[in-house]
């Protein structure tokens, strides 16, 4: 029997979504208007109505999302007898597998995995594949760039990571994205993106693009797998889905087609995502793409206080590529977010925690207070302000449980062990314990194994040092089938000789491999012995699941849980709420960001990552900028924030007002309350038809400073300048996308 608790507390938009029958509903979710509640009944509902489990799917972006999701489902159902709600819910998305009653509710990435798993050999990709990190990706990279004898220094792993996760994103050759992207050595580019397939194709390995990439590939070249997927998945629910990239849209799109009802939540004033390929045009397009699609709107926001829920939408009502929508408050009154504007960063990170203090000392709970700033180097002198004052704070963002060395190693054992020619994981693991096996060693016997036409691991096992290796590995997997995912991984690295290892060096003086004790290794494989405890699956399909789990995990990394106030990126902040939160930083070039002020595509999603960042808050909202800022070594006037300016002075209180109206230039208003509280706005500069080269014009940019125009393209809307700065060379600027004044 199904509880009916959960459909009392529905307001009437969250009751027209569940009810939502057959065909595609797009869910248009504001912050805090409670869509969490709304799929979960949806799917209480379906489930109540006679829809079989295992014919319902959803999907969301981030582990701990997926995991709120799973959670309240398990509340809302009467446990069955059939089995525990705790064991279904771990089990993977495969109907032979799936305890009756439960759905599957996962990550994109993790259902990915899932399809490739059981359909995978149709492409030629082994059942037994690997995931590949960020950190793994970056290994290869750095190993290919070596061989190619490329200059780290010009051309960082990094960048090659990117560039080939956007062509696969796109599904353009390495040539053609970097084509795209301006890049000159588009040959070098390809001759990477060519070695980095070859390398993840003889390590048995796929990375965390190809998880959408690959099941794209399979569903549409095989039409009875995408049948029999169909078959399965009658209803698909996902959320966040202005956030999707194109393949993520078009994975769903494929599977939506057949299904008897989907529904798509997301909220394009929080698509801030774009930088990795999403984009909320799939959200903004979904009636022309879903022909008889309904819409409803969720209305009422229940987290923040009214006072702030007017400043966003002021803010945001400013983006043209958007929903009109109205969002009306549940809770009413509260203080109107308050702005200072302070001398320099040092000034604004002294005062910033200050108010925390006094936040503190009133009864706000540290986790309950949270610091946003645009990029991570803000960090610094709001993390010394605090430690002055004594008051713990953490980073999230910081290195994560799964990202510590010990547990990286004994992951890489894992990947090792399942496939031995997966290059990467074996170097990791021979760096602990030392077994007498370097770069060059290993390079030879690759080398060997090409030229023989053989597998890698057929030239490493002829290696002295890593016949053990090899030949534990056999005894491993002749017993892994009667192993649990705890007993094989202990198993192990306790033959291999890694435990002895750690605890050895535990024995020892010294630090550890991130700054800690080397116990500290120790209790960190512990702990993973542990979680890999939860699994109940037994032989390779177990321990491939607690290795595909772990490594998704990995990519979410996050501050450790603790009573101290959280510092973190706006990006970072995404989906999380806080009674108070203080946005420090509020400067062109900073947010906006200097690299989106030419674009009004990007001028719109970094303010919807100022947006984000109000509707975190319940109760109160500081904001703050400086007038001068050391940031990457170097002082430079600062400028406000252009979306300041959006916001109505009656809505902002200022709380600066010992700071003489000197020390502000004084035009347009930002935030004030009266005519001592204001600053410059910058004005559009109006254009007077003359050869630039004959009167030339000095410009001040926001971000590039004072320049020279040079000369002036295109009219109205389109027009742009094209100035040189001094630092920063020649620059093209659509002129309605920034806002700048002329100095003759």
């Known amino acids: 029997m199904l509880s009916d608790t959960i459909f009392t507390t529905l307001d009437p938009d969250q009751r027209r979504a569940v009810l939502h029958d057959a065909g595609p509903l797009l869910l248009v979710a504001g912050a805090g208007s409670g869509k969490t509640r709304a799929i979960v009944a949806r799917i209480i509902r379906l489930l109540r109505d006679g829809v079989p489990a295992r014919n319902i799917l959803g999907i969301t972006f981030t582990n701990r999302a997926a995991g709120e999701m799973r959670e309240r489902v398990t509340k809302a159902l009467v446990p069955c007898g059939e089995a525990s709600v705790g064991d279904a819910l771990a089990r993977s998305f495969d109907g032979s597998s799936r305890v009756a009653g439960i759905p599957w509710l996962g990550t994109f990435h993790a259902f990915g995995a899932t399809l490739l798993r059981r359909h995978g050999n149709r492409i030629g990709l082994s059942p037994r594949f690997v995931i590949y990190d960020t950190r793994d990706q970056h290994d290869v990279l750095k190993r ?40 000159r050595v588009v040959s070098t580019a390809g001759q990477v993106g060519t070695a980095y397939d070859a390398a993840l194709a003889e390590a048995g390995a796929v990375d965390f693009t190809d998880l959408i990439r690959l099941p794209v590939t399979l569903l ?27 393949a993520q849209a078009e994975l769903t799109e494929l599977i939506a087609k057949g299904a008897d009802s989907f529904c798509a939540v997301g909220d394009e004033d929080q698509s801030i995502y774009g930088w990795r390929g999403a984009s909320a045009v799939p959200m903004l397009s979904f009636e022309g793409r879903h022909p008889g699609a309904k819409v409803i709107h969720l209305s009422t926001n229940y987290r923040s206080r009214a006072a702030i829920l007017s400043v966003a939408g002021a803010l945001i009502a400013k983006n043209r590529s958007r929903r009109e929508k109205k969002i009306t408050p549940a809770r009413e009154g509260g203080e109107r977010p308050a702005m200072s504007v302070y001398t320099d960063q040092e ?8 108010a925390v203090a006094r936040e503190i000392r009133a009864g706000v709970a540290p986790t309950e ?46 990947k090792w062990f399942l496939h031995p020619d997966d290059v990467v994981s074996l170097k990791r693991l021979l760096k602990f314990p030392r077994r007498g096996v370097g770069e060059v060693t290993l390079e030879k016997a690759r080398a060997a194994a090409r030229r023989e036409g053989i597998p890698p691991s057929g030239a490493l096992s002829r290696i002295p040092n890593l016949a053990p290796l090899f030949s ?16 094989a991984l202990h198993a192990l690295l306790s033959g291999a000789g890694y435990l002895d290892a750690l605890e050895t060096s535990a024995r ?54 603790s009573e101290a106030v959280r510092l973190m990126t706006l990006h970072n902040a995404k989906g999380l709420e806080f009674d108070v939160v203080f946005l420090v930083g509020l400067e062109d070039g900073l947010l906006p960001h200097s690299r989106s002020v030419d674009s009004p595509h990007e001028i719109e999603e970094e303010r919807r990552l100022f947006y984000v960042g109000l509707t975190r808050a319940r109760e109160k909202v500081f904001l703050s900028l400086a007038r001068r800022r050391n940031l990457f070594g170097s002082y430079r006037d600062a400028i406000p924030s252009r979306f300041l300016y959006d916001l109505p002075a009656s809505l902002v209180r200022r709380t600066d007002g010992a700071l003489p109206e000197s020390s502000l230039p004084g035009k347009g208003t930002i935030g004030g309350t009266g005519p001592g509280h204001r600053v410059t706005v910058y004005r559009e500069p109006r254009y007077e038809e003359e050869n630039p080269s004959v009167h030339p014009r000095i410009v001040r940019h926001p971000v590039f400073g004072e320049g020279k125009v040079e000369s002036v393209q295109g009219e109205g809307e389109d027009r742009k300048i094209i100035a040189r700065f001094p630092v920063y060379g020649l620059k093209k600027i659509l002129v309605r996308a920034v806002t700048m004044e002329f100095l003759d």
């Open 144 to 183: 290919i760039l070596k061989d190619l004898n490329v200059d780290e220094k010009k051309f960082p792993p990094a960048k090659f990571g990117w560039l080939i996760e956007r062509a696969k994103r796109d599904g353009v050759s390495v040539e053609q994205a970097a084509l795209s992207a301006g890049w």
């Open 220 to 246: 549409r070249g095989a039409p009875d797998v995408l049948a029999a997927v169909r078959s399965e998945v009658r209803h698909l629910l996902v959320d966040e889905f202005q956030d999707v990239d194109g």
């Open 347 to 354: 000034a604004e990170a002294q005062e910033v925690a200050a």
């Open 369 to 414: 207070i949270a610091v946003f700033y645009r990029v991570n180097a803000q960090s610094r002198a709001v993390e010394d302000a605090l430690r002055m004052l004594r008051i713990p704070y953490v980073l999230r963002g910081a290195l994560s449980f799964y990202e510590r060395a010990a547990v990286r190693d004994a992951v890489s054992y894992l």
């Open 472 to 487: 534990f590995r056999t005894l491993w997997l002749a017993e892994l089938s009667q192993m649990s995912p705890a007993e």
């Open 508 to 561: 020892e003086p010294g630090e550890g491999r991130e700054g800690a004790g080397k116990e500290e290794d120790l209790e960190h494989v512990r702990e993973l012995l542990r979680v890999a405890e939860a699994f109940t699956g037994a032989g390779e399909e177990g321990v491939l699941e607690f290795l595909e789990k772990v490594t998704l995990a990995a990519e979410e990394a996050g501050g450790e849980e």
